[in-house]
């Protein structure tokens, strides 16, 4: 049991319409009540839960600030805790004075992400729900949020949660097979162990293979701009990034070095790079910035090869032609000046023919973007795992379960298999948050704000 009553502010800091005063804890009503006094007379102790009253908060008599406090009573509350939360005018000076008097009358200041730790301690949430909570704060697009939403509403709890229940079984079983190895007994025999591990190491590796795209989608693609110098990168770069990010003049070879600019996409994040142009050169400095340039182009997930539409095809075109592979999208850049690259060269590839000095074509360019992410492979609805923490839980289950799977193949003890089960088991388990240590829990709510 938490004895401990801790407080802090949990909208963020600055000018706003309102500023909101959370208290949570066992004494969180009787605290709330010293530092609140209702316009009607009533105290806060007297109210059910999901109440609110409207009244001023006070320090020492002296009036802080108009407030509603809003009451929740245990176990329904976010926390599972009493809690108190005064909606006072936004302001910084007005919100940290309120904390103060409540500091003052009795709660301790909260930890960051104090508040959802509690809620996980109490049994409100699991730790992939916990997770998805900082994980809806910082989404960077749509995608990223609708797939930490579907964590907080316990997508991956219901599908990991029916693993357990699986490997439970089978455990069970296994000792009872172990135990009494001749008896028939309904269910249990190699074959269905044997279907049983293939069906929950499908799903375990589903989860595995989905993890890289959609940690891609939600942190932002990589997304390479690359080509001779002189091609129009810079241009191109302006015109996805609808901001002056790239220094564009006639002089070829302006850009000397990588310049990175985030891009909403639809509902995707990209992460542009506009690179040095990609030549032959004893130059060291630009030698060095057309090594960069290879190595985006070999890092990214997306490359986007620009070419000068209105001139033929050179010798530098072509070392970047073999260079390339399926992730990327040829576009023909000053179209608008006619055609003279033997398009001929690019057969087999998404080609995309633009002016990105007039912009246009880009919105072409765009959409060939949106179709080689391929983000339509991933329902947002799925269990998709969010951070590193889960996929290494996700991970170590599969190869545990895959060497027990192993195990029974080559005939090795069922003991040796049922350890290996066993191991599978405890990795999820620890994803939930049903078995974890102290060190871990502390680590994932360090990442918090306070007041969350």
């Known amino acids: ?91 910084r000076l007005v919100a940290k004075n309120v904390l103060r008097a409540v500091i003052k009358n009795g709660a301790c200041p909260a930890d960051r992400g104090e508040f959802t730790k509690r809620a996980f301690l109490n049994g409100k949430i699991d730790l992939t729900k916990a997770e998805s909570i900082i994980n809806i704060i910082n989404a960077k697009n749509e995608i990223a949020l609708k797939i930490s939403q579907a964590a907080k ?26 135990d009494y ?46 080509g001779k110098p ?44 506009d690179t040095a142009g990609i030549h032959q050169t004893d130059d060291i400095v630009e030698k060095a910035g057309v090594d960069r340039s290879f190595q985006k182009l070999d890092s990214a997930m997306i490359v986007i090869a620009v070419f000068d539409a209105s001139s033929p095809l050179d010798d530098d075109d072509r070392i970047i032609i073999d260079s390339i592979s399926d992730n990327a999208i040829i576009v023909l850049n000053k179209s608008d000046l006619g055609l003279k690259a033997d398009i001929s060269a690019f057969k087999g590839m998404t080609v995309v023919n633009i002016s990105a000095k ?42 545990s379960l895959y060497e027990a799977k192993t195990a029974m193949e080559n005939h090795v003890t069922l003991d040796a298999v049922g350890i290996c089960i066993d191991d599978s088991l405890k990795a999820l388990l620890e994803l939930t948050g049903r078995r974890v240590t102290n060190e871990v829990s502390d680590e994932i709510f360090s990442r918090f704000c306070v007041g969350k």
Do not use: W
């Open 153 to 178: 509403n316990g997508r991956i709890s219901k599908e990991i949660d029916s693993l357990i229940e699986k490997l439970l079984e089978l455990s069970a079983s296994f000792s009872v097979y172990a």
């Open 358 to 399: 007039n912009n246009q074509g880009i919105d072409t360019l765009s959409e060939a973007i949106l179709a080689k992410i391929k983000a339509d492979r991933l329902d947002s609805d799925d269990a998709v795992l969010i951070n590193d923490r889960q996929f290494n839980c996700v991970n170590r289950a599969y190869e």
């Open 1 to 91: 049991m938490i004895d401990k009553t801790v407080a802090a502010i949990s909208t963020p800091p600055g000018e706003g319409g309102i500023a909101v005063i959370r208290i949570s804890g066992p004494e969180a009503i009787v605290i709330a009540d010293k530092s609140f006094r209702s316009y009607t007379g009533r105290f806060l102790s007297e109210i059910k839960g999901y109440s609110a009253l409207y009244g001023e908060v006070v320090s020492e008599n002296s009036v802080i600030d108009d407030a509603v406090a809003t009451v929740f009573r245990a176990p329904k509350s976010f926390t599972g805790e009493n809690t108190v939360e005064f909606s006072v005018h936004g302001g």
């Open 230 to 273: 002189n091609v129009g990168k810079s241009t191109l770069m302006n015109a996805l990034s609808r901001t002056e990010r790239s220094i564009v003049t006639d002089i070829a070879g302006t850009t000397r070095d990588v310049v990175d600019s985030a891009v909403v996409l639809g509902d995707t994040t990209l992460i542009l790079s």
């Open 181 to 226: 190895p001749d008896d028939e007994i309904e269910n249990l025999n190699p074959e269905n162990f044997h279907s049983s591990l293939d069906e929950i190491l499908c799903k375990l590796k589903n989860m595995i293979d989905t993890f890289d795209l959609g940690k891609k989608l939600c942190d932002g693609i990589e997304c390479a701009i690359i």
